[in-house]
C-alpha cells in the first residue's frame, strides 16, 4: 500500500514543482499581466530573448 501512495505522491509533487518553476521570471523581469516584462531602454535595445512590445511600451521576454 505504502509503494502505490508513494507514485502518486511523486506524480503530484512533480507537478507542482513544474508550475512553480514555469512562473518564474528571469533576473531583471517583473511578472505583469501573466508575462514577464522589463521597462524599455531610453537609447538601446531591448535584453537578449526579450521583444519589443508597442502596445505595452515595454520589453517582453519570450
Known amino acids: 500500500m505504502l509503494l502505490k501512495c508513494t507514485w502518486l505522491l511523486l506524480l503530484v509533487l512533480s507537478?507542482?514543482?513544474g508550475t512553480l518553476a514555469g512562473s518564474v521570471c528571469p533576473?531583471?523581469?517583473n511578472a505583469?499581466?501573466?508575462r514577464c516584462?522589463?521597462?524599455r531602454?531610453?537609447?538601446g535595445s531591448c535584453p537578449p530573448g526579450s521583444?519589443?512590445?508597442l502596445n505595452i511600451?515595454?520589453?517582453v521576454h519570450a
Open 15 to 17: 507537478l507542482m514543482a
Open 27 to 29: 533576473s531583471g523581469f
Open 32 to 34: 505583469e499581466s501573466s
Open 37 to 39: 516584462v522589463q521597462q
Open 41 to 43: 531602454p531610453i537609447h
Open 51 to 53: 521583444t519589443y512590445s
Open 57 to 59: 511600451n515595454k520589453c
